[in-house]
Nanobody, 122 residues
Framework: QVQLVESGGGLVQAGGSLRLSCAAS????????MGWFRQAPGKEREFVAI?????NYADSVKGRFTISRDNAKNTVYLQMNSLEPEDTAVYYCAATVKWYRSRWYPGDMDYWGKGTLVTVSS
C-alpha cells in the first residue's frame, strides 16, 4: 500500500512557474513508476507526465514541465514553467507497479493522491 500526498499548488500568473511535490509513504518507493495527471473543471482526468525507467510527457506540456524523483526522500516532483491558463486543473500524483506503457491512462495507475489545485491567471 502506498499513500501519496501532493503539495505546491496555488495561484500563478501566466508565464510563471510552480513546483509540485508528492510525498509517498510505504515501502519500495523506487520500484513504482510515479506519474502526474490533471483534471480541469468539466473535463476528464488526463496524463501529464510519468517517470519510470525514463520519462514521458503529454504533448501539451513537453518542453515546459519536468518530472523528477528523489528515491532517498520518497518524493516525486513536477516542475512547471511557462504556465498557461489552460494548465489550470487539479493535479494528482499517482503510482503504479507497471513500468512500461506506450501511452499512459488513469486506469493504469494503482494509487492516487487527493490532488492539489493549480490556477493560472491570464
Amino acid at each position: 500500500q502506498v499513500q501519496l500526498v501532493e503539495s505546491g499548488g496555488g495561484l500563478v500568473q501566466a508565464g510563471g512557474s510552480l513546483r509540485l511535490s508528492c510525498a509517498a509513504s510505504g515501502r519500495l518507493f523506487s520500484s513504482y513508476a510515479m506519474g502526474w495527471f490533471r483534471q480541469a473543471p468539466g473535463k476528464e482526468r488526463e496524463f501529464v507526465a510519468i517517470i519510470s525507467a525514463d520519462t514521458n510527457y503529454a504533448d501539451s506540456v513537453k518542453g515546459r514541465f519536468t518530472i523528477s524523483r528523489d528515491n532517498a526522500k520518497n518524493t516525486v516532483y513536477l516542475q512547471m514553467n511557462s504556465l498557461e491558463p489552460e494548465d489550470t486543473a487539479v493535479y494528482y500524483c499517482a503510482a503504479t507497479v507497471k513500468w512500461y506503457r506506450s501511452r499512459w491512462y488513469p486506469g493504469d495507475m494503482d494509487y492516487w493522491g487527493k490532488g492539489t489545485l493549480v490556477t493560472v491567471s491570464s
